[in-house]
């Protein structure tokens, strides 16, 4: 392992004070969280604001903070794509979907779906796109983890792979929901005064002139203009459509974001939280792609790829240059504070990806199909804990066999299974009145395989840059399949729909679910409305 250095010191100091504060979050949570309803949706008693910075803290995620400022520094215009992509899908979001959702819905993104469809097999179905979605997302973070753990702590990426799955377990099993939100308010705090400070560093290196800045990082990329223009990553334009309808379409079918829409008390409160993400999360994402900039005229690609190839150190990397350097007392405390706020990050955007897959799990495949909606709460919540040890457990195991991939990558395909499963059946049950079960099932089936089998013969896997099959040249030429499988998600849904016969109790309880979604009336309440 090697000497461990004064900033590793720091860095371990500041990460384990995180986690001994989230503990004891976790520990005060555990009284709330003993219901189905506090566990799953922290008894839907949080305000607009609360939750809207809780959602932000989500989804300032490890794929932000390191793949994008990776990407970006590597590849220069093209990393912009995953910035606008992530924001522009809180626009349908805040539209079409915030409100009807907290109120037609009660603990899953699954519920919304099958309310007025039949139950079991939309359960079962939405629950596999989901717990699909999320262990693409928690291989994400665990691979952040690791990439930055191999760099700034004194310990080996499988080893930090290990410690943040095993916290993450550690507070979905004890403190559900509300321990999960309070560390993601905490976090989100901290990152965004973290991604402030290099910010300000960075543009003060440049004198504050953005065109210095994007000149300089073009001039130490090795490509010159070429940085500054579409086609350094994305070879295949059409790579670049793809996953910008991904990103722009994904957000509103993602489980762990769209469930946190329950934890508030009404619609109110859930369009008020939509408006924070908006905010808070566009400011942070322009900073990100500024410091992708910073890193490559400060750092250099060959210092970034040196450390990862897949760029994930560029953010850490940069705040050690911005201290001072490497041996530098400034240096090392700036990058020992950015990487433990990373840890940070990451252990907040697991828990609560834990908490949504565990859900799918318990609520949606034990309750709703298993014990077809007779389950008692305590035998759901004993199912509960168990998911979330096994689906822990296995994210573990999965990242530690896919490191080597960039982290904002991987999270472009979890929106793009999203955009094509999850998100064609929650529009069309909110605004199609003809739409039936059999339509909901051909379309979160078709777009969950379509999604999951493109990858597979794509580049990200078969080919030179793949994980395996390096002498094959790839049968699918996109990295990213959403141009091909988001349209089949709607399409299979609108021909298994018309195809088959008319199903008037979907029909009759349209009326109701507009009434439930637009007014409110019938909706669940919140636990201090008891």
């Not at 490509?223 to 990103?247: T, V």
Request: with cysteine; aromatic share 10%; net charge positive.
């Amino acid at each position: 392992m090697g000497t461990i250095t004064g900033g590793q010191w720091l860095t371990s100091v500041f990460f384990f004070a995180f986690v001994a504060f989230s503990l004891g979050l976790t520990y005060w949570s555990m009284r709330r969280a003993s219901s189905a309803s506090g566990f799953y949706v922290a008894g839907r008693r949080l305000t607009g604001w609360q939750n809207g910075l809780a959602i932000s803290g989500d989804y300032m995620s490890a794929a932000s903070f390191l793949g994008i400022a990776g990407l970006v520094s590597l590849f220069g215009f093209d990393g912009l794509l995953y910035s606008f992509g992530f924001i522009v899908g809180w626009i349908f979001i805040l539209l079409l979907i915030a409100e009807p959702l907290r109120n037609a819905g009660k603990y899953t993104l699954s519920d919304i779906m099958a309310f007025r469809l039949r139950a079991r097999p939309v359960h079962a179905a939405a629950a596999l796109s989901s717990v699909t979605i999320g262990l693409f997302y928690l291989l994400a973070q665990l691979v952040g983890a690791g990439a930055i753990a191999s760099l700034l702590l004194p310990v080996g990426p499988s080893v930090a792979i290990s410690i943040v799955g095993v916290l993450m377990i550690v507070y979905v099993l004890f403190g559900g929901m509300v321990a999960t939100t309070y560390v993601q308010i905490v976090k989100a705090v901290l990152i965004l005064v973290a991604t402030c400070l290099l910010t300000l560093l960075v543009l003060l290196s440049f004198h504050f002139n953005v065109s210095e800045l994007l000149g300089a990082a073009a001039a130490r990329s090795g490509k010159g203009d070429l940085f500054l223009q579409p086609g350094l990553f994305f070879k295949n334009k059409l790579d670049l459509i793809s996953l910008g309808l991904g990103l722009a379409l994904g957000t509103g079918g993602l489980p762990h974001i769209m469930m946190r829409f329950y934890t508030v008390s009404d619609a109110k409160n859930a369009r008020a939280s939509a408006n924070w993400v908006i905010g808070l999360v566009g400011i942070y994402l322009v900073m990100t792609t500024l410091l992708g900039f910073g890193a490559a005229a400060l750092v250099g690609k060959e210092a970034i790829t040196a450390a990862n190839k897949a760029g994930n150190s560029a953010a850490p990397l940069l705040a050690l240059q911005l201290g001072g350097g490497d041996g530098t007392l400034g240096g090392e405390i700036l990058v020992a504070f950015v990487s433990a706020v990373t840890f940070a990050t990451i252990l907040a955007v697991v828990a609560g990806l834990i908490i949504a897959a565990t859900s799918n799990i318990a609520h949606d495949l034990y309750t709703h199909v298993l014990r077809t909606g007779q389950s008692e709460e305590k035998a759901e919540m004993k199912v509960a804990r168990i998911a979330a040890l096994v689906i822990g457990l296995t994210a573990i195991v999965l990242a530690l066999t896919a490191q080597s991939l960039n982290v904002a990558f991987l999270v472009g395909l979890a929106f793009a299974v999203a955009a094509s499963a999850n998100f064609p059946v929650i529009i069309y049950s909110l605004f199609w009145r003809r739409f039936n079960t059999t339509g909901a099932m051909c379309a979160l089936l078709s777009g969950l395989f379509s999604a999951l089998g493109l990858v597979l013969i794509g580049p990200a896997v078969i080919g030179p840059k793949g994980l395996m099959l390096a002498d094959f040249e790839p049968i699918f030429p996109l990295a990213n399949p959403g141009i091909v499988s988001i349209p089949i998600g709607f399409l299979a849904g609108w021909i298994g729909t018309l195809a088959s016969e008319r199903e008037h109790t979907s029909e009759s309880r349209f009326d109701e679910l507009q009434v439930r979604a637009l007014t409110g009336f019938g909706a669940e309440p919140s636990a201090k409305s008891h």
